[in-house]
T-cell receptor, first 116, second 113 residues
Framework: DAGVIQSPRHEVTEMGQEVTLRCKPI?????LFWYRQTMMRGLELLIY????????DSGMPEDRFSAKMPNASFSTLKIQPSEPRDSAVYFC??????????????FGPGTRLTVL | SQQGEEDPQALSIQEGENATMNCSYK?????LQWYRQNSGRGLVHLIL?????REKHSGRLRVTLDTSKKSSSLLITASRAADTASYFC?????????????FGQGTTLQVKP
């Protein structure tokens, strides 16, 4: 298996533009997570899905952020409009089952977003 | 708020020495996990310890868990330059059906050759 796949790996955009990050989880994994990592705030969970349904989006910073999972093999995280403070590395991760029942998460390589 | 807090924030040792990192958490747990992150890469799972376990080994890694103190430690023995990375603990918050993990801020380990 190729692992969790994210695209693009790097994204540079200007303030106000729409940004779409993409993720393909490991086949057969029922859980998908989106994280954001910055030096100041560390690793933050933004949202996670179970069987394509959003379960907890309490970490989504504001209405400018939205995430979808139209099918089991694809998810997007969209920022519209983007702001410089959104600059971070965004990770997608997936797991076979819930963390509460001893399942590890598998992380993608991340997308480094820079908003100018 | 952070569930896991690692200590120290940064650690620098010589190759061959042992490295110990500590993690404290606030709520009950079903399990605690340790992850490694090399610079510019995603996190990689290292080891999972269940709440009813006190110690677990995997190669040069040894993890202990003290649920009465709500703390865990990760010991890397005979460290190598390739162990240079950030190490994170993560907990599930105690609910068996929760999907998510809550990560600490991490310990940055530098192993000098």
């Amino acid at each position: 298996d190729a692992g969790v796949i994210q695209s693009p790996r790097h994204e540079v955009t200007e303030m106000g533009q729409e940004v779409t990050l993409r993720c393909k989880p490991i086949s057969g994994h029922d859980y998908l997570f989106w994280y954001r990592q910055t030096m100041m705030r560390g690793l933050e969970l933004l949202i996670y899905f179970n069987n394509n349904v959003p379960i907890d989006d309490s970490g989504m910073p504001e209405d400018r952020f939205s995430a979808k999972m139209p099918n089991a093999s694809f998810s997007t995280l969209k920022i519209q409009p983007s702001e410089p403070r959104d600059s971070a590395v965004y990770f997608c991760a997936s797991s076979l089952g819930p963390s509460g029942t001893y399942n590890e998460q598998f992380f993608g390589p991340g997308t480094r977003l820079t908003v100018l | 708020s952070q569930q896991g807090e690692e200590d120290p924030q940064a650690l620098s040792i010589q190759e061959g020495e042992n490295a110990t990192m500590n993690c404290s958490y606030k709520t009950s747990i079903n399990n605690l996990q340790w992850y490694r992150q090399n610079s510019g890469r995603g996190l990689v799972h290292l080891i999972l310890i269940r709440s009813n376990e006190r110690e677990k080994h995997s190669g040069r890694l040894r993890v202990t868990l003290d649920t009465s103190k709500k703390s865990s430690s990760l010991l890397i023995t005979a460290s190598r330059a390739a162990d240079t990375a950030s190490y994170f603990c993560a907990t599930d918050g105690g609910s068996s059906n929760t999907g998510k993990l809550i990560f600490g801020q991490g310990t940055t380990l530098q192993v000098k050759p």
